[in-house]
């Protein structure tokens, strides 16, 4: 079945540790998208890409890196330089340039810090 | 940066009654692209409805409409014999197509269906 798997399901963090969330996509989107979710809270933009090899900064990439060296993977990573990363993350993809790019998302990771 | 705005945290709504989910949004482009989440709770985000700001026809999916007033900048949601398995988070989101293909998210409604 094609659609966007996310792992781990929960993750643990210890201070100072860079840790790396699992995006995976096979539905042939060339956008994906990384968002953090906190209580209250709509989803906030961390990082996208419209294609392999190029990505953009959304509204709060501080604290947070990407890569999308393929298609189907856009891996994000929470560094130790982002203070407060207990939050619910989610990655969506979206299908090419014209027409209604409807974002697809995945079932999220939770991310704790130890 | 664009605005949405849902103004109401929590509702909640009998089982088999009718609900509107409002949702309001600011900008000055004249295309875009309007959409309804669900998120219930397991979390996983769950596209309701969607709307193009250029079709003046009000999008209908089963019992899931929109009332789309693009000169009020509002966009509420109606969901028709409510059902339990409609209690979640409900999102409204704003996509402007000239900006690449960046979502922006309202704060949610929290929709409880009681039997």
């Known amino acids: 079945d094609g659609g966007i798997t996310q792992s781990p399901k929960y993750l643990f963090r210890k201070e100072g540790q860079n840790v790396t969330l699992s995006c995976e996509q096979n539905?042939?989107?060339?956008?994906m998208y990384w968002y953090r979710q906190d209580p209250g809270q709509g989803l906030r933009l961390i990082y996208y890409?419209?294609?392999?090899?190029?990505?953009q900064k959304g509204d709060i990439a501080e604290g947070y890196s990407v890569s999308r060296e393929k298609k189907e993977s856009f891996p994000l990573t929470v560094t130790s330089a982002q203070k407060n990363p207990t939050a619910f993350y989610l990655c969506a993809s979206s299908r090419g340039w014209t027409g209604v790019r409807t974002q697809y998302f995945g079932p999220g990771t939770r991310l704790l810090v130890l | 940066a664009q605005t949405v705005t849902q103004s109401q945290p929590e509702m909640s709504v009998q089982e088999a009654e009718t609900v509107t989910l409002s949702c309001t949004y600011d900008?000055?482009?004249?295309?875009?692209?309007l959409f309804w989440y669900k998120q219930p709770p397991s979390r996983q985000m769950i596209l309701v409805i969607r709307q193009e700001a250029y079709k003046q026809q009000n999008a209908t999916e089963n019992r899931f409409s929109v009332n789309f007033q693009k000169a009020a900048k509002s966009f509420s949601l109606k969901i028709s014999d409510s059902q339990l398995g409609d209690t979640a988070m409900y999102f409204c989101?704003?996509?402007?197509?000239?900006?690449?293909?960046?979502?922006?998210f309202g704060t949610g409604t929290s929709l409880t269906v009681i039997p």
């Open positions: 539905l042939n989107h060339d956008a």
């Open positions: 900008t000055s482009e004249n295309n875009y692209y």
């Open positions: 890409s419209q294609i392999v090899n190029d990505f």
């Open positions: 989101a704003f996509m402007n197509p000239n900006t690449g293909n960046q979502f922006y």
